[in-house]
């Protein structure tokens, strides 16, 4: 009985190890799972990979116009006082046929920086208003929020690309400019840059 559960006990401990150290696979190319602690020439294959992903699906060409015109009718929130009513106070929305929720300062979750909208014939599309019912931004989603990968868009109010997170299957979120390049990588609520150094920027 001691023999069997030492060599159960051995086994364990080797199968336990193979899994914490086995990388992922992602779009072709095999990571270690903390973007921080590896090699730049590991960090840079990942971000090429997502770049290239990226770039097939077509996120970085611009055609706003189009944009712009669609959001239009959104531009300005007709019923952004009871929406924050909604949302501060839990009064019951206006219409049917949305949702809102707050959007909050990350450092400080009291204080409240704007709303959004989501339609339910649109549920991958945010509005996001500022306190006076203005849109500043849209987000949209390309996926599904519970299977990597995926990403957002995030456009502003005149169409204009200005971001695009990308949750990657190594389960980090890369922040990509409108031209491609990388602005940063998310680990624990905190962004990184290409080199995997701590860049000081509030993520909302």
């Known amino acids: 009985m001691k023999k069997f559960l030492t060599i159960f006990t051995v086994l364990f401990a080797v199968i336990f190890f193979l899994v914490k150290i086995e990388p992922v696979s992602a779009y072709g ?24 992903y990226l ?22 929130d007709k019923n952004f006082r009871a929406n924050l009513n909604h949302i501060k106070h839990g009064k019951p929305l ?3 046929g949305y949702t809102a929720k707050g959007n909050y300062y990350q450092m400080a979750d009291k204080i409240l920086s704007g709303y959004s909208i989501i339609y339910d014939d649109d549920p991958n599309t945010e509005y996001v208003y500022n306190t ?22 995030v456009y502003a109010f005149n169409g204009y690309l200005q971001r695009v997170i990308f949750s990657a299957i190594d389960g980090y979120d890369y922040i ?12 624990d609520g905190k962004l990184y840059n290409r080199v995997g150094r701590p860049v000081k920027i509030w993520l909302k």
């Open 29 to 52: 190319i095999r990571v270690q799972k903390d973007y921080r602690f590896t090699t730049q020439q590991d960090r840079n294959r990942r971000i090429k990979s997502y770049q290239e």
């Open 176 to 187: 990509f400019y409108p031209t491609g390049k990388l602005q940063g990588v998310v680990v």
């Open 94 to 96: 206006p219409e049917k």
């Open 55 to 76: 770039q097939k699906e077509g996120v970085f060409e611009d055609e706003h116009y189009a944009r712009k015109e669609a959001y239009k009718k959104y531009k300005k």
């Open 132 to 153: 006076l019912g203005d849109l500043y931004q849209v987000v949209t989603l390309t996926g599904e929020e519970h299977i990597l990968p995926h990403y957002k868009t």
